[in-house]
């Protein structure tokens, strides 16, 4: 380390700067990494590396042929990555690939400044995926990185330490702070003008409009963040009672569930199911929902009522989901209302009213539909009512997932067309989803209306920020099943299976990574109080900065005396305080200049008007010297100036009470006689 230290020290400043900018360079395309193209990575890479080598070895850059080549295969590469070069994925991959082949004819200061400048728009591009509180430190330390790079391109000739232009930097960034800040609370709130990544649930825990059972072999845990939510009074509900409702599926073909389409389950803007009966007080929370790229907005299963989301027009469905009016692609905040004793649905069967719940595609799970016939036919199951009826068939297919050899795993293999039949008779292994669909096909068979609901069961309380925690991990399926008198209610048969997925009780976890099991096997509560600690931390992020709307910041002037804001006070309350920042800075201006030797000040201004004569004097040079040389130069005509240079002398070296013939002037008197003064012209000569 000393020895590359070393090398560095002694290499030539434009290596030096070389290098740094490159640093930085790299650090703002990092984060972008996981959103390129791999192609795009490797070369961008391959480019920095190549330009730092050729810094270092005072070699000469490519020519513009090498650029050209470069350039074109890079736009075909893109193009054929991403079917176009317009949009955001193309767009960034072709300001990356851009800002390291501009490196390549890094020459002059103005080659310097496009890469600056091409740099600050890439570093920007970062939040067109993520605004997380790492990002923003991320692209926080990129900003300090470039701005010291800009200000020491615009150091003198010589080798000026790095540090003193980041000194340098970092009082212009804490200068520009204020002005930021002002910025952020009160520019209007614009909704973005990108999207957001697409739909990349496959593989791995979390929630998807579909549920095929049986094609993945193994399921990879996801421990990223799908919402938090703060109770009202911190009156949270048992964790075995916290079922966050998704997608309802209903229609099956076989192998993959899906939702019956809008127009069969009913929706009405602002209402839920028409007929819901609830019991029990209800629980009151706020949600704050991760961006999904879907319109589905959690609750805790059921809201009565429509969630209150500022923005957002919510719509819901008689199956009990609520919808926005858009996809949800940024960060979301809403208050909702829950009970956690409901039943709902029509308590009487009518002709066709749930025939959409017991269909079955033909000559699928022949086993099972076997299985159903022989529970129809066991006596101890004979049916005293229909009410009576389901819940015999509930409870029987419950026991036999009890006492059957039935486990919960996230490595079940891949399974056959028949999903049902291997779950119940060969496998006997799955994680919820093919629990809950075999549990549904079975009821199916058995004459009893059923369906899959998906959401998330459980979540972690973070004791530092009060906030439940619910990760892409509790992700879960679990069935409804409709009685006569009763209507729809739920039955998770993941629960007889493994009762200790339920309640989070043995919660799914990740194998820890090495530096973490390292801390575990320190201290095992010390990774889970790092890590919520963390979290809190985030979570503060997300409610103040990512979550402040535009209706935030209209209570934010309700709260400085505006009786009904609007977005008119909000313009002028910013022209204001801008208006009032540029005056300040003008006042500053004005009395950092009285600072200065108004002496010195008047000295300047002298040898100024005798470089306009024609006379270059060193700004070094005393009033003595600068008197000889305007006598020298103009002679005879240079006598006022050269009187009165040497009463400015004595002002400040004879000053008054000090022995001589005459008092010295004031500079007030000397700055009069300055503006009467009659200036020897450039051709005047001695």
Same mark, same amino acid.
Not at 314 to 340: I, K
Not at 401 to 409: E, I, K, P
Not at 410 to 432: H, I, S
Not at 509 to 535: D, H, K, Y
């Given at each position: 380390?000393?020895?590359?230290?070393?090398?560095?020290?002694?290499?030539?400043?434009?290596?030096?700067?070389?290098?740094?900018?490159?640093?930085?360079?790299?650090?703002?395309?990092?984060?972008?990494?996981?959103?390129?193209?791999?192609?795009?990575?490797?070369?961008?890479?391959?480019?920095?590396?190549?330009?730092?080598?050729?810094?270092?070895?005072?070699?000469?850059?490519?020519?513009?042929?090498?650029?050209?080549?470069?350039?074109?295969?890079?736009?075909?590469?893109?193009?054929?990555?991403?079917?176009?070069?317009?949009?955001?994925?193309?767009?960034?991959?072709?300001?990356?690939?851009?800002?390291?082949?501009?490196?390549?004819?890094?020459?002059?200061?103005?080659?310097?400044?496009?890469?600056?400048?091409?740099?600050?728009?890439?570093?920007?591009?970062?939040?067109?995926?993520?605004?997380?509180?790492?990002?923003?430190?991320?692209?926080?330390?990129?900003?300090?990185?470039?701005?010291?790079?800009?200000?020491?391109?615009?150091?003198?000739?010589?080798?000026?330490?790095?540090?003193?232009?980041?000194?340098?930097?970092?009082?212009?960034?804490?200068?520009?702070?204020?002005?930021?800040?002002?910025?952020?609370?009160?520019?209007?709130?614009?909704?973005?003008?990108?999207?957001?990544?697409?739909?990349?649930?496959?593989?791995?825990?979390?929630?998807?409009?579909?549920?095929?059972?049986?094609?993945?072999?193994?399921?990879?845990?996801?421990?990223?963040?799908?919402?938090?939510?703060?109770?009202?009074?911190?009156?949270?509900?048992? =964790?075995? =009672?916290?079922?966050?409702?998704?997608?309802?599926?209903?229609?099956?073909?076989?192998?993959?569930?899906?939702?019956?389409?809008?127009?069969?389950?009913?929706?009405?803007?602002?209402?839920?199911?028409?007929?819901?009966?609830?019991?029990?007080?209800?629980?009151?929370?706020?949600?704050?929902?991760?961006?999904?790229?879907?319109?589905?907005?959690?609750?805790?299963?059921?809201?009565?009522?429509?969630?209150?989301?500022?923005?957002?027009?919510?719509?819901?469905?008689?199956?009990?989901?609520?919808?926005?009016?858009?996809?949800?692609?940024?960060?979301?905040?809403?208050?909702?209302?829950?009970?956690?004793?409901?039943?709902?649905?029509?308590?009487?069967?009518?002709?066709?009213?749930?025939?959409?719940?017991?269909?079955?595609?033909?000559?699928?799970?022949?086993?099972?539909?076997?299985?159903?016939?022989?529970?129809?036919?066991?006596?101890?199951?004979?049916?005293?009512?229909?009410?009576?009826?389901?819940?015999?068939?509930?409870?029987?297919?419950?026991?036999?997932?009890?006492?059957?050899?039935?486990?919960?795993?996230?490595?079940?293999?891949?399974?056959?067309?028949?999903?049902?039949?291997?779950?119940?008779?060969?496998?006997?292994?799955?994680?919820?989803?093919?629990?809950?669909?075999?549990?549904?096909?079975?009821?199916?068979?058995?004459?009893?209306?059923?369906?899959?609901?998906?959401?998330?069961?459980?979540?972690?309380?973070?004791?530092?920020?009060?906030?439940?925690?619910?990760?892409?991990?509790?992700?879960?399926?679990?069935?409804?099943?409709? =009685?006569?008198?009763?209507?729809?209610?739920?039955?998770?048969?993941?629960?007889?299976?493994?009762?200790?997925?339920?309640?989070?009780?043995?919660?799914?976890?990740?194998?820890?990574?090495?530096?973490?099991?390292?801390?575990?096997?320190?201290?095992?509560?010390?990774?889970?109080?790092?890590?919520?600690?963390?979290?809190?931390?985030?979570?503060?992020?997300?409610?103040?900065?990512?979550?402040?709307?535009?209706?935030?910041?209209?209570?934010?002037?309700?709260?400085?005396?505006?009786?009904?804001?609007?977005?008119?006070?909000?313009?002028?309350?910013?022209?204001?305080?801008?208006?009032?920042?540029?005056?300040?800075?003008?006042?500053?201006?004005?009395?950092?200049?009285?600072?200065?030797?108004?002496?010195?000040?008047?000295?300047?201004?002298?040898?100024?008007?005798?470089?306009?004569?024609?006379?270059?004097?060193?700004?070094?040079?005393?009033?003595?010297?600068?008197?000889?040389?305007?006598?020298?130069?103009?002679?005879?005509?240079?006598?006022?100036?050269?009187?009165?240079?040497?009463?400015?002398?004595?002002?400040?070296?004879?000053?008054?009470?000090?022995?001589?013939?005459?008092?010295?002037?004031?500079?007030?008197?000397?700055?009069?006689?300055?503006?009467?003064?009659?200036?020897?012209?450039?051709?005047?000569?001695?």
């Amino acid at each position: 380390m000393n020895k590359l230290m070393t090398r560095l020290a002694a290499l030539p400043r434009d290596a030096r700067d070389t290098l740094f900018l490159l640093a930085v360079i790299a650090l703002v395309v990092l984060p972008q990494v996981e959103n390129l193209p791999w192609w795009c990575s490797a070369i961008t890479a391959m480019v920095l590396v190549w330009r730092g080598m050729l810094a270092v070895q005072a070699r000469p850059l490519p020519s513009k042929w090498w650029r050209i080549a470069l350039l074109a295969m890079t736009l075909g590469a893109t193009y054929a990555t991403h079917r176009t070069l317009l949009g955001r994925d193309a767009g960034v991959t072709l300001v990356v690939i851009l800002l390291a082949l501009k490196t390549l004819e890094l020459r002059a200061r103005r080659d310097a400044f496009v890469i600056f400048f091409l740099s600050f728009f890439a570093m920007l591009t970062n939040f067109f995926y993520s605004q997380s509180l790492l990002t923003a430190l991320t692209m926080l330390l990129a900003l300090l990185g470039l701005l010291t790079a800009l200000v020491n391109a615009h150091m003198p000739v010589g080798r000026p330490p790095l540090m003193q232009a980041a000194r340098t930097a970092g009082w212009m960034a804490l200068a520009g702070a204020p002005i930021m800040l002002a910025l952020f609370m009160l520019f209007p709130r614009l909704a973005p003008l990108w999207g957001t990544p697409g739909d990349a649930m496959a593989g791995r825990t979390g929630l998807s409009n579909t549920m095929r059972v049986g094609t993945i072999a193994e399921l990879a845990l996801d421990e990223s963040i799908a919402a938090r939510i703060r109770f009202e009074n911190d009156k949270a509900p048992p =964790q075995s =009672q916290l079922y966050f409702r998704g997608p309802v599926l209903a229609q099956f073909d076989g192998r993959e569930w899906t939702a019956l389409p809008l127009w069969a389950r009913g929706a009405q803007s602002g209402q839920g199911a028409s007929n819901l009966r609830v019991s029990g007080e209800p629980v009151r929370y706020e949600v704050t929902l991760e961006p999904s790229n879907r319109p589905l907005l959690l609750t805790l299963d059921v809201a009565q009522k429509a969630p209150v989301a500022p923005g957002l027009e919510v719509t819901g469905t008689s199956d009990m989901q609520w919808f926005a009016n858009r996809p949800l692609n940024d960060l979301v905040r809403y208050r909702a209302e829950s009970y956690t004793q409901f039943q709902s649905g029509p308590l009487k069967r009518t002709a066709g009213q749930l025939q959409a719940y017991l269909a079955l595609p033909p000559d699928t799970n022949p086993r099972t539909a076997a299985l159903a016939a022989e529970m129809r036919a066991d006596p101890a199951l004979a049916p005293l009512s229909p009410q009576a009826d389901t819940q015999a068939f509930v409870q029987a297919a419950l026991r036999r997932l009890r006492t059957g050899g039935y486990t919960y795993t996230l490595e079940p293999g891949v399974y056959g067309n028949d999903t049902a039949d291997e779950f119940w008779f060969d496998r006997k292994e799955g994680f919820c989803e093919h629990i809950a669909s075999a549990f549904v096909v079975l009821m199916r068979n058995l004459g009893v209306p059923a369906r899959i609901v998906t959401g998330y069961q459980g979540g972690e309380f973070n004791g530092i920020d009060k906030y439940w925690v619910v990760r892409q991990s509790d992700a879960h399926a679990w069935a409804e099943v409709w =009685q006569e008198g009763t209507g729809w209610t739920r039955v998770d048969p993941t629960a007889s299976v493994a009762p200790g997925r339920i309640g989070q009780s043995q919660r799914l976890v990740q194998q820890p990574g090495l530096f973490a099991g390292a801390i575990g096997a320190m201290s095992p509560t010390l990774a889970q109080n790092i890590r919520a600690a963390w979290e809190a931390v985030n979570n503060g992020w997300n409610q103040w900065v990512l979550n402040y709307t535009q209706s935030r910041q209209l209570n934010l002037l309700k709260n400085i005396g505006f009786d009904a804001p609007s977005l008119e006070d909000l313009a002028y309350v910013l022209l204001y305080l801008l208006v009032g920042a540029s005056l300040a800075g003008a006042a500053w201006t004005l009395w950092e200049r009285t600072r200065h030797d108004p002496w010195l000040r008047l000295l300047g201004q002298a040898r100024a008007r005798l470089a306009k004569a024609g006379l270059a004097l060193p700004e070094t040079a005393p009033p003595r010297q600068m008197a000889q040389a305007a006598d020298a130069r103009f002679g005879p005509a240079a006598r006022p100036v050269r009187d009165w240079l040497l009463k400015l002398e004595a002002q400040r070296y004879a000053p008054s009470g000090s022995p001589g013939p005459s008092v010295p002037a004031s500079l007030a008197t000397l700055r009069s006689e300055f503006r009467r003064l009659a200036w020897p012209g450039a051709n005047s000569r001695g």
